[in-house]
């Protein structure tokens, strides 16, 4: 399966982004799919995922209440949702592939997406 992500951009603290993680070359019905980032100097990190029974586990604490992750089957893609977005939250954002269920960890993760940068800055 191939990702692609987009929706990625400059936005002023408290603002909101969608990203799309948009597949190709397989269905996602059997996926999970988590949302990565990772900021200059710091290493991935697992920020939410959905699992194949759109069960959502959510990895970062400073996003809980902020972000949601949801899929559209019909058009093969996923979706993340933040709101009241925060300088911190400045990094590459990718979409990540495996089967079935969800996992924080990067290693576990067969199919990733070339990411999209988020910067929140005024």
């Known amino acids: 399966v191939q990702l692609v992500e987009s929706g990625g951009g400059l936005v002023q603290p408290g603002g909101s982004l969608r990203l799309s993680c948009a597949a190709s070359?397989?269905?996602?019905?059997?996926?999970?799919i988590g949302w990565f980032r990772q900021a200059p100097g710091k290493e991935r990190e697992g920020v939410l995922c959905?699992?194949?029974?759109?069960?959502?586990?959510m990895y970062v604490d400073s996003m809980k209440g902020r972000a949601t992750i949801y899929r559209d089957n019909a058009k093969n893609t996923v979706y993340l949702q933040m709101n009241s977005l925060k300088p911190e939250d400045t990094a590459i954002y990718y979409c990540?592939?495996?089967?079935?269920?969800?996992?924080?960890?990067?290693?576990?993760?067969?199919?990733w997406g070339q990411g999209t940068q988020i910067t929140v800055s005024s």
């Open positions: 070359g397989s269905s996602l019905d059997n996926y999970a």
């Open positions: 990540a592939a495996r089967y079935y269920t969800c996992s924080s960890g990067v290693l576990s993760y067969n199919h």
């Open positions: 959905i699992n194949k029974y759109n069960t959502i586990a």
